[in-house]
């Protein structure tokens, strides 16, 4: 098993920025890539961000230029860093990974607030 803690997230104002981190503690050696979701108000959870072992990253066409994701497989922790967020980027970010274990489900973490207000 995999256990994933949050932090960071907040409010912020348009054009600003804000950082998140996720730390997975456990069965980490099971761990390949590890990534952001996020759920806006009123609709489905949809891909942010990921980032495997070996450095490939994949981005939402909507976050491409604004948002960066960033791994520490020594400290087994994620980083997703936001600038010039949007009112459209409001929404819970859950963190994720995933096993190279194909019969193991994706590990989540329990969410953060994310809201870009004026």
């Known amino acids: 098993q995999v256990q994933l803690v949050e932090s960071g997230g907040g409010l912020v104002q348009p054009g600003g920025s804000l950082g998140l981190s996720c730390a997975a503690s456990g069965s980490t050696s099971t761990i390949n890539s590890m990534g952001w979701y996020r759920r806006a108000p009123g609709k489905q959870r949809e891909l942010v961000a990921t980032?495997?072992?070996?450095?490939?990253?994949n981005y939402a066409d909507s976050v491409k230029g604004r948002f960066t994701i960033s791994r520490d497989n020594a400290k087994n922790t994620v980083y997703l860093q936001m600038k010039n967020l949007q009112f459209e980027d409001t929404a819970v970010y859950y963190c994720?990974?995933?096993?190279?274990?194909?019969?193991?489900?994706?590990?989540w973490g329990q969410g953060t607030q994310v809201t870009v207000s004026s």
């Open positions: 994720n990974a995933r096993s190279w274990r194909p019969w193991d489900n994706p590990y």
């Open positions: 980032a495997t072992d070996g450095g490939s990253t």
